[in-house]
């Protein structure tokens, strides 16, 4: 009986784990959850970097008539810069002109928005635009002197195409944006994209979305390409959890759009997901076939089990019976 242990503790063992993992087997993870978009009333809002460079960043803006654009100003310098809104629709100013010509033209035709905010500051430019506006741009400029010259300028673009729609993503630590997925099914085009990014980690990213419709970039290739085919929107996503970012862009058509984190060295570690606009979100993978595995695991684990019983009722029984003696010749 006890030569017949080992055999009986395997039978059993296999078939404890056995049964389960061939149960498990062919169980693939859930596929990333996806964020869907939500219509949003007329109001928007925008986030707005200001550099020493200096620049804008983004350097175009887009709003819906009829409504109120609240652009949030961080100065991500240590110059004072402004954010000066042009009253008058397509006009665009003259770079050749002087601080004091500048300041001039604001004078005489006024301004829809004009915020001053200091280095390592941030601050709120709350713009209205009435239904007549739809299709018209509204330059925006610094009037600290010289920084207009020096290229600190970008334009609020008014839609009438309805309003946009909200979007929601999240960075972690972990080099990934959860969902990886965001779903958008416009009802026009083109529609106005506001995404809230919120940072659940540490670590600052950038929320960066390619401008070329399915088409897949790679960490080798995304810098190449973004500079002949700049960004829709790049938007960085400061450091440490709970900070949040607006990231503003407008898609024109239907189309697949990657976006990634362009930190050094995230995108390499998978940091990267798609906006699907206009397209279905392709279904999860169907987990391949496990029933021949799972029959052979079944068959294999009761095959051992019947040895180990036989082998248990031969071993219970060697030894009550006496052995043959030989036939003969034995010494007295």
């Given at each position: ?76 310098g240590q110059a004072v810069h402004t954010f000066t809104l042009s009253k008058q629709p397509g006009v665009v100013l ?100 506001n995404v809230l990014v919120t940072n659940q980690g540490s670590l600052g990213h950038t929320f960066t979305v390619s ?122």
């Amino acid at each position: 009986m006890v030569r017949a242990l080992p055999w009986a503790i395997a039978a059993v063992v296999l078939l404890s784990v056995g049964l389960p993992s061939a149960a498990a087997m062919g169980r693939l993870p859930s596929a990333p959850a996806v964020g869907y978009a939500h219509p949003e009333s007329g109001n928007a809002t925008a986030q707005l970097n200001l550099t020493d460079q200096p620049r804008f960043d983004p350097r175009s803006l887009t709003a819906n008539a009829s409504a109120t654009l609240a652009v949030h100003l961080t100065n991500v310098g240590q110059a004072v810069h402004t954010f000066t809104l042009s009253k008058q629709p397509g006009v665009v100013l003259n770079l050749s002109w002087s601080p004091a010509q500048l300041d001039a033209y604001f004078a005489g035709n006024g301004s829809l928005a004009n915020v001053s905010v200091a280095g390592g500051g941030s601050a709120w430019a709350n713009v209205t635009f009435n239904a007549s506006a739809g299709g018209d741009s509204f330059e925006f400029v610094s009037l600290i002197p010289y920084q207009f010259q020096a290229g600190m300028w970008g334009f609020v673009n008014v839609t009438s195409s309805g309003p946009g729609v909200l979007l929601q993503d999240n960075t972690t630590d972990a080099y990934q944006f959860v969902p990886a997925a965001l779903s958008v099914t416009p009802t026009h085009y083109p529609v106005v994209l506001n995404v809230l990014v919120t940072n659940q980690g540490s670590l600052g990213h950038t929320f960066t979305v390619s401008g070329l419709s399915n088409y897949t970039l790679s960490p080798a290739n995304f810098t190449q390409t973004f500079a002949t085919n700049p960004p829709l929107v790049n938007a960085p996503v400061p450091g440490g959890a709970g900070s949040t970012v607006w990231a503003n862009l407008t898609i024109k058509g239907p189309g697949v759009y990657q976006y990634i984190c362009t930190v050094t060295g995230h995108f390499a570690n998978g940091m990267t997901g798609f906006l699907y606009v206009g397209e279905p979100v392709p279904a999860p993978p169907v987990a391949p076939s496990t029933a021949l595995v799972d029959t052979w695991v079944l068959v294999g684990s009761a095959s051992l089990l019947g040895i180990g019983v036989i082998l248990a009722v031969v071993a219970a029984y060697t030894g009550r019976f006496p052995s043959r003696r030989g036939s003969g010749h034995e010494h007295h």
